[in-house]
T-cell receptor, first 114, second 116 residues
Framework: AQSVAQPEDQVNVAEGNPLTVKCTYS??????LFWYVQYPNRGLQFLLK????DNLVKGSYGFEAEFNKSQTSFHLKKPSALVSDSALYFC????????????WGAGTKLIIKP | EAGVAQSPRYKIIEKRQSVAFWCNPI?????LYWYQQILGQGPKLLIQ????????DSQLPKDRFSAERLKGVDSTLKIQPAKLEDSAVYLC??????????????FGPGTRLTVL
């Protein structure tokens, strides 16, 4: 079965420190990986995606993610966290095996403390 | 560029009542999706349209949910009759015409439904 795992329900980081939100996947076929962010009472906002090429992808608001094929991971990172980064983060993958539909992780709540 | 529009933003109804949600996708986006997001979970796809045709509605509870996309632009999702377990946020998303796995889906703000 095709799936996406976000192993941490919540991640706590001090403002100014680097942050990592983890995502691993299990799919058949080539994975196309996405990160979205959801602020309270808002819809999902697209952050970045990996399709092919350079394993390091840069996205909105200073976020980046690294695709690691051998570890089937696509962790989201930011060098210096801001309090305004506090939100719910979702990892998703699409592939030929999913009929190109997005398979979603359960989400990780990121809390940045001043 | 205007984003995906949804209305209403909030709706409270009694169980067994009916409710309808409206979505206007980004101009030129041929693919439209309706998702259900229960608190603490990732979105669950209910139905996917390509223009005004249904691509996938395998997870749509067809005994109570219906959706249409007349003229391949706006879409309406209806629940009749509503159950307590339908309390969730209903998200609409759209993507470019290419319809490929690499297309980015852009989401509206969602409609928060509470069924009492």
């Amino acid at each position: 079965a095709q799936s996406v795992a976000q192993p941490e329900d919540q991640v706590n980081v001090a403002e100014g420190n680097p942050l990592t939100v983890k995502c691993t996947y299990s799919v058949s076929g080539n994975p196309y990986l996405f990160w979205y962010v959801q602020y309270p009472n808002r819809g999902l906002q697209f952050l970045l995606k990996y399709i092919t090429g350079d394993n390091l992808v840069k996205g909105s608001y200073g976020f980046e993610a690294e695709f690691n094929k051998s570890q089937t991971s696509f962790h989201l990172k930011k060098p210096s966290a801001l309090v305004s980064d506090s939100a719910l983060y979702f990892c998703a993958v699409s592939t030929t095996g999913s009929n190109y539909q997005l398979i979603w992780g359960a989400g990780t709540k990121l809390i940045i403390k001043p | 560029e205007a984003g995906v529009a949804q209305s209403p933003r909030y709706k409270i109804i009694e169980k067994r009542q009916s409710v309808a949600f409206w979505c206007n996708p980004i101009s030129g986006h041929a693919t439209l999706y309706w998702y259900q997001q229960i608190l603490g979970q990732g979105p669950k796809l209910l139905i996917q349209f390509q223009n005004n045709g249904v691509v996938d509605d395998s997870q749509l509870p067809k005994d109570r949910f219906s959706a249409e996309r007349l003229k391949g632009v706006d879409s309406t999702l209806k629940i009749q009759p509503a159950k307590l377990e339908d309390s969730a946020v209903y998200l609409c998303a759209s993507s470019k015409p290419a319809g490929l796995s690499t297309d980015t889906q852009y989401f509206g703000p969602g409609t928060r439904l509470t069924v009492l």
